[in-house]
T-cell receptor, first 112, second 114 residues
């Protein structure tokens, strides 16, 4: 079945450091790929998404490119801020009644 | 536009008691999801509805759990009787036209069963 594997956390970075959170997937068909972010005490919210191969999703300085050849959707940011501290979830989903599958989440802590 | 609204935000109850969690999805959304989040198991999909009809409840852990959606603007998740292992954050979420589109989450109901 469909699955998402993302790097385990926690990830601790200093402010202005570069961030990469790895995500790989296994899926049949042509899923959409998502990154969701969960700030402390809140629900998940969409950070970015890509709906087909080679698409790049971007938002708030974060980027991820849908790589079909490597079945990956790695999250990147060039310079993290303390306010980026949160848990990041990679997910895949399709249309119709196909289920969405979330990764286990990666906690990011950015220290001043 | 109001987001997904859940109540209560926090609930502490004794083992054996009935717990009812409530959700109002975003107006116009035709899919509604109930998720459970714990440290041990991460984020789990319990059940989802399309146009108020339950489509897949295979994630519901056992018969103590039930969910209803009597109309397009309201859903409940009930646990009866509750057990300490049900302690978790329960999220309601909604979307338009299914999983390929963005899912909007509520802020969660934090349940503690003692």
């Amino acid at each position: 079945g469909d699955s998402v594997t993302q790097m385990e956390g926690p990830v601790t970075l200093s402010e202005e450091a570069c961030l990469t959170i790895n995500c790989t997937y296994t899926a049949t068909g042509y899923p959409s790929l998502f990154w969701y972010v969960q700030y402390p005490g809140e629900g998940l919210q969409l950070l970015l998404k890509a709906t087909k191969a080679d698409d790049k999703g971007s938002n708030k300085g974060f980027e991820a490119t849908y790589r079909k050849e490597t079945t990956s959707f790695h999250l990147e940011k060039g310079s993290v801020q303390v306010s980026d501290s949160a848990v990041y979830f990679c997910a895949l989903g399709g249309g119709g009644y196909q289920k969405v599958t979330f990764g286990t989440g990666t906690k990011l802590q950015v220290i001043p | 536009d109001a987001g997904v609204i859940q109540s209560p935000r926090h609930e502490v109850t004794e083992m054996g008691q009935e717990v009812t969690l409530r959700c109002k999805p975003i107006s116009g959304h035709d899919y509604l999801f109930w998720y459970r989040q714990t440290m041990m198991r991460g984020l789990e999909l319990l059940i989802y509805f399309n146009n108020n009809v339950p489509i897949d409840d295979s994630g519901m852990p056992e018969d103590r759990f039930s969910a209803k959606m009597p109309n397009a603007s309201f859903s409940t998740l009930k646990i009866q009787p509750s057990e300490p292992r049900d302690s978790a954050v329960y999220f309601c979420a909604s979307s338009l036209r299914g999983f390929g589109n963005t899912i909007y989450f509520g802020e969660g109901s934090w349940l503690t069963v003692v």
